[in-house]
């Protein structure tokens, strides 16, 4: 499939999954479609698994976005603990397009529990809420690493949600990364498709011992966990002189400063010297630079910043960048350093996402099936190969992989299909449709200065929660935390008629009760506690209405 007809199906609001071979144009696609939404004041979250993946389409880690966090399980509490955060609420409310990018990195079970956020959010049980899901990756990638405790991990595809979503495949074909060879993306697809031939296997062994046709030593790739720091500090000892420290700034909320900086690849304290062979790892197209590029510290400006010669000869002065989160478009943490990292060695596993220029591996250790495939996309060309050894595992790729890519290939020819079936006006039709949905659901700023006052002018007309919900394009839920806001700048604002409209005294009496027992117990208001003692008869939405007429 074509970048254009991708974009096309991704215009008419379906589910999408991009995805493709290395160079096919997967995040160009989503830039395309996150353009198109911007033009048109869409509300959409652009998101993506990991922080360094996040950087460069421009969004927030899905973790941090959804409010699910590093949780791997949800309880009731949980989820009665992130409703009562009204940026939350907010959020899911505006959003109509959610995007999630590098999601070969994202656990099945994790991909689960956002959809269970968005369903509890959204207050409507299609999946994701209702909500354009827009999904972008690669599973011939390594898959989500598992941490002692969790549960055992597997791509997304093998979610619950995933067969309900009704997903669009499009599996794009096309060879668009800038200096890949047809010779190199041969090879990629060969192994992709687990039809390596005899010639593929020979050409890969001339580059055994190969140097680089490159001035710039390649990054060499591991595929065993040895201490890359290691390799690389005693590289950067063996230059004269000392060494120019560059120390990372950081402010905002320490928990989410430590989040950044654990995505960040630049180093707390980036040590540097001239010689020294560092890349860059963060995008900056202005500057002529991208995650991955490769080059060698030539000199330092006034400033003391260091001047960094790429493998074409061009110097770039390598300044601080910044990486942040922010929610409601507010900075709730932030991190500065210099853009770089030594590049004398790199993992397999942190290379992933990288376009390298020149890289040295030996896989003659490879032990994964894909391992081999992950190091050998990173590199843009054959000419920027050096192996040191190759093995059988290394050109291999995981069954079930292999299995489901075909599944895939054959959906996206169907997608394919039914989009050339549509004539031109029966497109551009839903297309319309769609946009006219989503068009300037993006909320103007100047909304957020009284938006709970707007409430304000209805609850004055005596409407019911109903109504003004309704009246406002809003769920009921944000009504009541327009309320609360309302009654802590007024308590004696009065909203008694609100009462008779909600509750017998009897059942207030009883809820009533169970905040006293819950306040008596844990000194605070909360949900959960009190939906415990009452048991499932008696829903959050009713504890938040009834705990407006308690005072607190």
Not at 269 to 292: R, T
Not at 319 to 338: D, L, R
Not at 479 to 487: F, N, P, Q
């Amino acid at each position: 499939m074509t970048q254009a007809e991708a974009l096309d199906i991704l215009k008419m609001g379906h589910n999408v999954f991009i995805t493709g071979a290395a160079g096919s144009g997967k995040t160009h696609t989503l830039r395309a479609y996150i353009d198109y939404l911007n033009k048109s004041n869409a509300s959409v979250a652009i998101t993506a698994s990991t922080g360094i993946a996040a950087t460069h389409i421009g969004g927030s880690t899905i973790h941090s976005w959804s409010g699910l966090g590093v949780r791997d399980s949800l309880s009731e509490q949980d989820l009665s603990e992130m409703e009562e955060r009204q940026y939350l609420w907010r959020r899911y409310d505006q959003v109509r397009i959610l995007i999630i990018d590098e999601v070969s990195m994202l656990h099945h079970f994790r991909f689960d529990l956002l959809d269970k956020i968005c369903r509890f959010f959204k207050r409507n049980d299609a999946p994701f809420g209702g909500m354009q899901i827009v999904l972008c990756g690669d599973f011939f990638q390594l898959p989500p690493v598992t941490i002692m405790g969790e549960p055992e991990a597997s791509f997304i595809h093998k979610s619950d949600v995933w067969e309900e979503m009704n997903l669009k495949i499009c599996y794009l074909s096309e060879q668009h990364r800038q200096n890949i060879e047809d010779e190199y993306f041969k090879i990629l697809n060969e192994i992709r498709g687990n039809d390596v031939g005899t010639d593929t296997y020979e050409l890969l062994q001339s580059r055994l011992n190969q140097e680089s046709e490159s001035k710039i030593p390649p990054t060499r790739l591991y595929t065993h966990n040895i201490d890359v720091d290691a390799v690389n500090n005693r590289e950067l000892g063996k230059i004269a002189g000392e060494a120019k420290i560059y120390a990372m700034s950081s402010k905002g909320r320490a928990a989410i400063v430590e989040t950044l900086k654990k995505s960040c690849l630049s180093p707390e304290k980036l040590s540097l010297k001239i010689g020294a062979k560092v890349m860059f790892v963060k995008n900056n197209f202005e500057k002529h630079y991208v995650n991955g590029t490769l080059g060698i510290v030539v000199a330092y400006d006034s400033a003391g910043y260091p001047i960094v010669e790429t493998l074409s000869g061009k110097r770039i002065l390598a300044t601080p960048e910044s990486w942040m989160i922010e929610e409601e478009g507010k900075i709730k943490a932030e991190i500065n350093q210099v853009p770089l990292r030594l590049a004398w060695a790199i993992t397999v596993h942190k290379s992933q996402g990288m376009s390298l220029d020149a890289a040295e591996m030996d896989l003659s250790k490879s032990f994964i099936k894909g391992m081999g495939y992950v190091a050998l996309s990173r590199v843009r060309s054959l000419k920027g190969l050096k192996l040191l050894g190759i093995n059988q595992m290394a050109l291999r790729v995981d069954e079930g992989v292999f299995e489901y890519d075909q599944t895939l290939r054959s959906l996206s020819k169907q997608s394919q299909s039914e989009l050339k079936k549509m004539t031109a006006s029966e497109m551009k039709k839903e297309q319309g449709e769609f946009l006219a949905k989503v068009a300037g659901s993006k909320k103007i700023k100047e909304e957020k200065i009284a938006t709970h006052h707007k409430t304000k002018n209805l609850l004055l007309q005596k409407l019911s929660l109903e109504e003004m919900a309704e009246a406002r394009g809003m769920t009921t839920e944000t009504i009541v935390s327009h309320i609360e806001k309302l009654l802590e700048e007024d308590p004696s604002f009065d909203v008694q008629y609100l009462f008779n409209a909600n509750f017998t005294d009897e059942r207030f009496q009883k809820i009533e009760k169970a905040f006293e027992k819950s306040l008596a117990k844990n000194g605070d208001y909360r949900l959960a506690p009190v939906r415990g003692l009452l048991g499932p008869d008696f829903d959050y939405l009713e504890l938040r209405i009834a705990r407006l007429f308690l005072g607190k």
